[in-house]
């Protein structure tokens, strides 16, 4: 029912990515929709914790962008003071006076997305990837040259496994709600993601070591032209296991999309300075708006 809103996608965030929707939609915030009588798709976030960040999305409806005159009437009348994950895309599209006329507007810059090109992700040409080749070259060494790996993409048969070794990663991060919200809610999704990965129109990466899953990643299409890496884990005590990871999900996962989303940092320092190591080729900002 909610795919024909998404179809010709042309925000470039993340989040606007359905699969990505529904997988993260119960955690801190849980999502719900409804559809207007004018056939406008509205979705919004509630938390019991945190009930003063309640906030909607940007509203779609098929062949058009809701304007900013509309979207402050759709909020205002939802009783919805703040609008989230505005991508830098919509503000490109309208009047900055007007915007400004009906919304206070902040950056979330914990929400900026990094967005690569596939081909250099896939190739890890120049100087610039040199020290991700040198890893992807020590992990062959040490491990695919004695036939010790397989990779392939994850099937019904799979997803156990990967469950498991998600379980154990978490466990060596201590992914509890109680003290990473962040990791609580990522496993949370990605279980999700994993469990439905055909109903979710998702596809996913797994790559075994000595018959044992010690990777995966799984992602979904965003635009016509941009894919989103939704989640990747990996042994981080295998030395080049995460960059053959990124490398063969670009060439099997993002067949046709020129561009890979890579979502936000969370404003981590830690996975900030992973993702800018791979030279990212656009940062597609987020904004908040509030109403006025």
Known sequence: M??????????????????????WRDCVFQAGYAIREDGTLVIAYESGSR????????????????????????????????????PQDYLEMHDMDEIRELFDV?????????????????????NRYMRKRNLVKQFHRDYAAAGRV?????GPEDIAECLEFL????????????????????????????KNLGPLEMKGLSIRVDGRVRAFAVASRLTEDMGVLNFEKADSGMR???QVLDMESARRLFAGCRYINKESDMGLENLAGAKQS????LRVKSYRFRVL
């Open 2 to 23: 909610l795919k024909d809103y998404f179809q010709s996608m042309t925000f470039r965030l993340s989040v606007y990515s359905l699969s990505s929707l529904i997988a």
């Open 167 to 194: 379980d154990d990663w978490c466990r060596k991060r201590d992914c509890g709600i109680d003290t990473r919200e962040d990791l609580a809610c990522e496993r949370r999704a990605a279980i999700e993601a994993l």
């Open 51 to 86: 009930p003063l960040d309640r906030h909607m999305l940007i509203p779609l409806s098929p062949g058009r962008t809701v304007p900013p005159a509309d979207l402050h009437r759709i909020a205002s009348t939802a009783g919805f003071e703040n609008v989230w994950f505005v």
């Open 150 to 154: 397989f990779i392939n993409e994850i």
């Open 278 to 281: 791979y030279h990212p080729v």
């Open 106 to 126: 902040s950056e979330q810059p914990e929400y900026e997305d990094y967005v690569y090109r596939t081909e250099d992700l896939a190739s890890l040409k120049g």
């Open 240 to 242: 080049g296991l995460y």
